[in-house]
Each structure stands twice: as structure tokens, then as C-alpha cells.
């Protein structure tokens, strides 16, 4: 079975600081996909980044970082820096090559709350 | 501009009716998906087509039906058999419905059954 558990449901932080969100993932599968996605109050999950299970390269896009980790099965995201704007809910999700489709499998998702 | 539509953006429903939500793409996309989420809770997908003309349930098909007669529409129904249907509709697409491809959503339904 697969299975996304992101703990944090609510993370709260002032504007400028650093905050990490944290995603663990279970799965059987030697090939398959990490993504993390953006919901703004309007609704419309945003795409930020997907990783494949043979790429451990740490990735860093502007102030948002990605850190992939098999031996913990962990995917954590760090904004830098945060921002007003930031404030969503972050999901993670996995998907794998032997479901024969894109199934994405959602976690709980965090909320982010960056206040002034 | 490319994107995917959803109509309308609230509904409002008496219990016991059937009511369909819009989902229409322009962006050329073979697959096509619709997920249901709940407060507190991640996407769980209800149907996925991977072409025109097919359809597969996914976790929670019960209650719902769809079709997909054109490639740039896959609309949603919600039947009275929906035991609980008051929630957030997100339809999503992606090129082919391979497991790398992202999946890109539109701005959702919100449901209330009264």
C-alpha cells in the first residue's frame, strides 16, 4: 500500500523566517514519483516540483528547497525567507509505475500561515 | 490561455438531487481526473479517463458517474446515492496518464447539499 503522511496540519510564522514542511512516504515500489503542490485560498492546486525515486539531488528553486532522503522515505520542503504570499496548504503526494496510471496518492496536506 | 474550468464555482443542492459539475481543458490533454476533498483531508480520486470514450473509478467512485464523449470535457455527476456529497470538487488533467506526468488542476466546485 501507499501511503503520504504529512504530521504538521497547521504551522504558523512570521514573515521572514525559514519554515520546513515536512512529508514521509511509504511505498513497495523501487520506481516512483514525489510531488509537492500549492493551494492558495482560491482553490486551484499550483504544481511545484515532482522527483523521481533515482534522483536524490537536493533541488532549490528561488527561496523553495527540496530535500529528498530515501533512507528516511522523507521529502521535505523549505520556503526561505517566507512571505505573506506563502500562505497555503502544501501537499504531498506520491505516485508509482506499477499502478499502470498516475494515481496520485495525497497527503493530509500542511496549512501555512505567514503573518506581517 | 491554456487551463482547465470548472463551473460552477458554488452549487447549491436540495438533498435527493442529481447534479452535475463542469470540467472543461483546452490545454490538449488525453487524461483527465476528478478528486474530492474534504476539510482536513487530502484528494481522493473519484474517476480518471485516460482516453476519450474510458473511464475507470478510482476510491471513491461510489455515487458518482461521469463521461467523456470529447477530449476537452469530462463532466461529473453526483447522484442521490451520494451518501455524503457536500465537498470540494477538483478536476484535474495531465498529457498521458503516466505516473511522472504532473497533473494540473482548476479552480474547484464547492458543493452544499442542503
Known amino acids: 500500500a501507499q501511503k503520504v503522511t504529512q504530521a504538521q496540519t497547521e504551522i504558523s510564522v512570521v514573515e521572514k523566517e525559514d519554515v520546513t514542511l515536512d512529508c514521509v512516504y511509504e511505498?513497495?515500489?523501487?520506481?516512483?514519483?514525489l510531488f509537492w503542490y500549492k493551494q492558495p485560498p482560491s482553490g486551484e492546486l499550483v504544481f511545484l516540483i515532482r522527483?523521481?525515486?533515482?534522483?536524490?539531488q537536493n533541488e532549490i528553486s528561488g527561496r523553495y528547497s527540496w530535500n529528498f532522503q530515501k533512507s528516511t522515505s522523507s521529502f521535505n520542503f523549505t520556503i526561505t525567507a517566507s512571505q505573506v504570499v506563502d500562505s497555503a496548504v502544501y501537499f504531498c503526494?506520491?505516485?508509482?509505475?506499477?499502478?499502470?496510471?498516475?494515481?496520485?496518492?495525497f497527503g493530509t496536506g500542511t496549512r501555512l500561515l505567514v503573518s506581517p | 490561455d491554456g487551463g482547465i474550468t470548472q463551473s460552477p464555482k458554488y452549487l447549491f443542492r436540495k438533498e435527493g438531487q442529481n447534479v452535475t459539475l463542469s470540467c472543461e481543458q483546452n490545454?490538449?490533454?488525453?487524461?483527465m481526473y476528478w478528486y474530492r476533498q474534504d476539510p482536513g483531508q487530502g484528494l481522493r480520486l473519484i474517476y480518471y479517463?485516460?482516453?476519450?470514450?474510458?473511464?475507470q473509478k478510482g476510491d471513491i467512485a461510489e455515487g458518482y458517474s461521469v463521461s467523456r464523449e470529447k477530449k476537452e470535457s469530462f463532466p461529473l455527476t453526483v447522484t442521490s446515492a451520494q451518501k455524503n456529497p457536500t465537498a470540494f470538487y477538483l478536476c484535474?488533467?495531465?498529457?498521458?496518464?503516466?505516473?511522472?506526468?504532473?497533473?494540473?488542476f482548476g479552480p474547484g466546485t464547492r458543493l452544499t447539499v442542503l
Open positions: 511505498t513497495r515500489d523501487t520506481t516512483y514519483y
Open positions: 479517463s485516460q482516453i476519450v470514450n474510458d473511464f
Open positions: 522527483r523521481n525515486s533515482f534522483d536524490e
Open positions: 484535474a488533467s495531465s498529457m498521458v496518464a503516466t505516473p511522472y506526468n504532473e497533473q494540473f
Open positions: 503526494a506520491l505516485s508509482s509505475m506499477n499502478t499502470g496510471f498516475q494515481k496520485l496518492v
Open positions: 490545454l490538449n490533454h488525453d487524461a
